[in-house]
């Protein structure tokens, strides 16, 4: 069973951030969370991953809860190619299962 | 960056034959891989977690008879659909992680989309 919780589907319009939420309520102290996305009929994409505390890279930001309860991912101006399956994974030791995700929709 | 490479990428076969799926990392050393199967609107299902010299781990109501796993070198990981039915089509992806467990990346290969008529 997936360890966490994402909405099945949100919009946004292009050149805003979009937020994404994930609830990983039973996530334990060595378990990282990792966001990948997956674009129509291609394999997943990594986007980022943290621990505890909050990251940022080229592609987007990761908030973490200061009690690693839930987290956010934060694409700070969407474009089109944004639109794709976000999945938000909590794992520990080679565990990667994905959920059902958000289906992110960028809208122009 | 780092890349796994999947091949086929599309492979379609008769029923009843056996079709294999390779699965290499590219530029990395990747001690341990993992199959996944995608139906058609769904998630990434988790297949198996292939370890480099051993036995694969399946997982819960996957066929080990049916769903071969190799891993016989670093690079390499190989999934044989035996005695393909229709109901085994779908899009399997695998995926390898450099680097020790949870603090690695791990990378997905681009998928292989198999139809079995």
């Known amino acids: 069973d997936a360890k966490t919780t994402q909405p099945p589907s949100m919009d946004c319009a292009e050149g805003r951030a979009a937020n994404l939420p994930c609830n990983h309520s039973?996530?334990?102290?060595?378990?990282?969370v990792y966001w990948y996305r997956q674009i129509h009929s291609q394999g997943p994409q990594y986007i980022i991953h943290g621990l505890k505390n909050n990251e940022t890279n080229e592609m987007a930001s990761l908030i973490i809860t200061e009690d690693r309860k839930s987290s956010t991912l934060i694409l700070p101006h969407a474009t089109l190619r944004d639109t794709a399956v976000y999945y938000c994974i909590v794992t520990g030791n080679n565990d990667m299962r994905f959920g059902a995700g958000t289906r992110l929709t960028v809208k122009p | 960056g780092a890349v796994v490479s999947q091949h086929p990428s599309w492979v379609i076969c008769k029923s009843g034959t056996s079709v294999k799926i390779e699965c290499r990392s590219l530029?990395?050393?990747?001690?341990?891989m993992f199959w996944y199967r995608q139906f058609p609107k769904q998630s990434l299902m988790l297949m198996a977690t292939s370890n480099e010299g051993s036995k694969a781990t399946y997982e819960q109501g996957v066929e080990k008879d049916k769903f071969l796993i190799n891993h016989a070198s670093l690079t390499l990981s190989t999934l044989t659909v035996t005695s393909a039915h229709p109901e085994d089509s779908s899009f399997y992806i695998c995926?390898?992680?450099?680097?020790?467990?949870?603090?690695?990346?791990?990378?997905f290969g681009e998928g292989s989309r198999l139809t079995v008529l």
């Open positions: 039973t996530i334990s102290g060595n378990e990282y």
């Open positions: 995926s390898a992680r450099e680097g020790l467990a949870n603090t690695g990346e791990l990378f």
């Open positions: 530029d990395f050393q990747a001690t341990t």
